[in-house]
């Protein structure tokens, strides 16, 4: 045990205030919702809870809708992450050039992301409108015929995917300019005197080499798209039209809290986390594969 | 390298403790002597700002007893208070609407009002504002009313519609596209026409409630077929009525005078005066077809007591309360905001009376229909709204909504009784 | 260099300025709506008209935040609190990030695995137990709550990327730095923390943010009226229907100015030049 200690004091006293805070806020509320998922904790029940063993995991499991709202979770969680990454990396390349004015552009271009976003999402929403919203005023300007965003269920999923491109790019880009910082100039200068075009540089240097920052946000970003309740809340105004713009989260916080049903909320929530515990897991072993 | 490690670790404690010192927490309590009473309220910003008022001039009158307010959205302030009726904690006083009176009792988070208050005291507020439940008061009727009226710009309405196929034929009229490219500059109706809120009006006007007597939804009957097609005619047909027409751009339309009617309640009214829109009040007119009035909800808003607070503090409260339901604060209310009083000797002072916005808002409150306490509304209401849009979106037919709107709110009622 | 390569580059330079402002333009065209909202009359979110500067417009707004309404008593807490969240964040997120990218020790995979994790909970039903939890210790409504709170949430991220960047510098810098006679602690203190200076900078804007403009968790734990950070103070515009929105977005506009400047003054760790590039070579 001695030993032990002295060999691996060291990582361990780094660590120690880090896991101590988070073990303090994420433990507790972690496990009393494990703890609630199993019992019939509602309005009618609320402080005389019974233990219902898997009663709501078999509710969640036969509910027929929840297939597509999955369905829309992953298409979600896939359009945004995918853009918010070629777009922030894109940029950032860009401004990492001589651009004139590149202060600028760059301070502009965060302005998306320091906004708060309540506000944000409500403009948004109504840029949205049929006939009053600019989006539609524009395309009629060019010609186009109006699409009615919000009331058609293709229309009213498409607009929080534009807007939450919108919101999230900014934050992509922040992190690849950083990234972009501790890739050596003389790897570039290199590949130049080869003759290389853009396209290998961006393949064989800028990419690899901005892994080890990008993977972190790339994975942070899917856990926090995937759970991301605000911007389809605010924007198609709690699931409209019809509930058929729900993601898991909103789903759930819907036919949950609406209703008082705590007991079904928490066990809901335990199956999205394993639903993202098994991704992450499954996309970090096929990270570490490749790398091998 | 222990060095770094623990620098670090004392560092952040330091920082911690410095923080933690600096601010002490707030909340109610004993303090030398100083009752702190906490008051949670979900109030528009206006109303707020005479809440400000009073609970300044309040504290400055009692130093023993100290009143604080914190505002809440609807559905936090609910939330809010079931949370921290869990935790043993939460406000003395709660400012809310009817709706929570079913929640906040079977959850047990609040007093019974008739227990606590006794008879003679409820008596002195009109009988008309009290919802019971379970056979107990639970909220004491401030306000009474929180419904919807119809408004007219006076600039471009001379006199009310007596019908409503008056009301449509005016809208017809009003409705105003000048450059021809199909989006009107003007059009004669708007109103929220995604929220079944607005709905019901026009469902009583045709005969039909959203439950019986047992609680049990109401929701496919030939009554809502007929209002659902009704309000679809008003876009469908007549082209009165903007495409998804939500608060915000009826709202605006109304401000920018760009709408001759409009449905909303006292809340809006001080809005359109300072956008200097010139606009009366009146009720939604009689539905010729049925011989019925249209009958928008009505509810009431008020405080309620937390059961956690009992003895001596509960006295204390109850002052406060006392306080805030006032005659002459009722009136500042009233005056002020366009609410109707819940207490019978401010409904009936001469300056309510005479006010010409407030007697058309009472005409249309004795056309409503309260609204029910029952969690069960909750259900109601989010079954109502994807019917009531799949017809406004021309997706389904008023019959088919009709239904589905009955089979979800079944549903929804056996998943919340679980 | 031939004419002809040279008028490639000029008319690339300019394809790439050309779109390049398009975008931005495309990109603030929503904010440029928040800030026209708040300088129209009467409280309206939508407008019917495609202009930008409304007619009647007034600043009426800026002035009521700043003299009606405490903005500037939301302003001092928001700032307390995020600039004590970012502080703690980076202090925590450079350190142990150091182990994780440093260091092979029992419970590594795990720990890297567990930060992530802690974020895979919807956030909003963590939010009834924690209020629990913070009222049994008594900092409910209490500044340190929220701080707490925050630096749970910011530190996931910090960590990985902060072990992310350590990886991407060559260890051997540190190893001569040893062979001279420097502690470990001295080597990271002296060598490895200066060459994070872009990390550090992501971790520090991220902790910002995440203090700054987040409103569900500071819903639950504050409740005081003087206690109110700038999301709450600007909730607190908003009634059931009706809302002060020319204020809101005032506030909005506000709001985004110090993350801006933050932002800026930030800026210069990201711009080339100070890479590793010339300490290697």
Known sequence: ???????????????????????????????????????????????????????????????????????????????????????????????????????????????????????????????FNYEYGSINLGLKAIGLSPIPWLASEIGAFAAPVIANIWLGFPFMMIIALGGLQS?????????????????????????????????????????WTFNNLNVIWLITNQGEPADKTHILVTYVYKAAFHYYRYGYAAAFSLVIFVILLSFVLAFLRAGKERTR | ??????????????????????????????????????????????????????????????????????????????????????????????????????????????????????????????????????????????????????????????????????????????????????????????????????????????????????????????????????????????????????????????????????????????????????????????????????????????????????GERLIKVIEVLDYLNSEEVQIRFADRLGVIPGLKSAFDHPSIKSNERLRASWEQYQKGRRMPVVPEMRAIWDAMRPGFQNVLNGESTPQEAARAMQIDAVKKIAEMKG | MSREGNRLRIVKSVVIHVALVLFTMAVIYPILQVISISLRPGDRLYSTSLALIPDGATLHAYYAIFFEKPFLLWLRNSLLVSITVTIIGVALASTSGYAFARFRFPGHGAGMLGFLVSQMFPATMLLLPLFILLSKIGMIDAIPGLVIAYVATALPFCVWTMKGYYESIPVELEEAAMVDGTTRAGAFWKITLPLSAPALMITALFSFMTAWSEFMVARVIIQSQNLYTLPLGLESLAGTFQTEWANYSAGAVVVCIPVVALFLILNRYLVSGLTLGGVKG
């Not at chain 1, 998922?37 to 233990?51: I, K």
């Not at chain 1, 990492?96 to 552009?105: C, L, T, V």
């Not at chain 2, 809120?197 to 496919?220: A, S, Y």
């Open chain 2, 1 to 310: 390298m222990l060095k770094i490690a623990n620098f670090s670790i004392g560092y952040c404690l330091a920082l911690l403790l410095v923080i933690f010192m600096s601010c002490g927490g707030g909340g109610g309590g004993e303090e030398g002597g100083v009752t702190k009473v906490v008051l949670w309220e979900m109030m528009d910003p206006e109303e707020r700002e005479i809440l400000d008022e009073l609970l300044a001039e309040w504290n400055a009158a009692h130093a023993t007893i100290q009143v604080s307010r914190t505002n809440f959205g609807r559905e936090q302030i609910r939330a809010q208070f079931l949370t921290a009726g869990l935790g043993g904690g939460g406000a003395d006083l709660l400012f809310g609407a009817a709706d929570d009176v079913g929640p906040f009792s079977i959850a047990g988070v609040i007093h019974p009002l008739d227990e606590i208050l006794g008879a003679e005291y409820l008596s002195r507020f009109s009988e008309i504002g009290f919802d019971r439940f379970d056979g107990h008061v639970w909220m004491l009727p401030t306000q009474v009313g929180n419904h919807l009226c119809l408004l007219y710009n006076t600039d471009l309405i001379a006199e009310p519609p007596e019908s409503l196929e008056e009301l449509v034929a005016m809208a017809v009229e009003q409705t105003i596209d000048e450059n021809g490219d199909g989006t009107p500059e003007r059009y004669g109706l708007v109103f929220e026409s995604r929220e079944p809120f607005w709905l019901v009006p026009f469902l009583v006007g045709f005969g039909g409630w959203v439950m019986d007597d047992e609680f049990n939804p109401t929701l496919d009957t030939p009554a809502m077929a007929k209002a659902l097609a009704f309000v679809a005619s008003l876009r469908s047909e007549y082209g009165i009525l903007p495409r998804e027409c939500d608060y915000q751009l009826s709202d605006t339309m109304f401000k920018e005078k760009k709408a001759a009617f409009t449905i909303n309640g006292h809340w809006s009214w001080g809005g359109y005066d300072d956008s200097d829109v010139p606009f009366q009040v009146t009720s939604i007119p009689l539905n010729q077809e049925t011989g019925l009035w249209p009958g928008p909800m009505i509810s009431s808003r008020g405080y309620y007591i937390n059961s956690s607070v009992e």
């Open chain 1, 183 to 223: 890739i050596p100039k003389e790897l570039y200068e290199a590949a130049d005197l080869d003759g290389a075009g853009w396209w290998f540089r961006l393949r064989k240097i800028t990419l690899p080499l901005l892994k080890p920052v990008l993977l972190p946000a790339a994975i942070l970003g899917t856990i």
């Open chain 1, 1 to 127: 045990m001695r030993s032990f200690w002295k060999r691996h004091s060291q990582p361990y006293l780094f660590l120690a205030p880090a896991v101590a805070v988070m073990l303090f806020i994420v433990l507790y509320p972690f496990l009393y919702n494990v703890y609630i998922a199993f019992s019939n904790m509602s309005l009618y029940h609320l402080r005389d809870l019974e233990f219902v063993g898997l009663k709501h995991f078999r509710t969640i499991l036969s509910e027929p809708a929840i297939w597509a709202v999955f369905g829309k979770t992953i298409l979600w969680t896939v359009v945004n992450v995918v853009s918010h990454l070629v777009l922030g990396v894109g940029l950032a390349v860009l401004l990492n050039q001589q651009i004139k004015g590149r202060a600028i552009f760059r301070a502009l271009l965060i302005l998306p992301w320091a906004m708060p976003q309540y506000i944000t999402a409500l403009t948004w929403r109504g840029m």
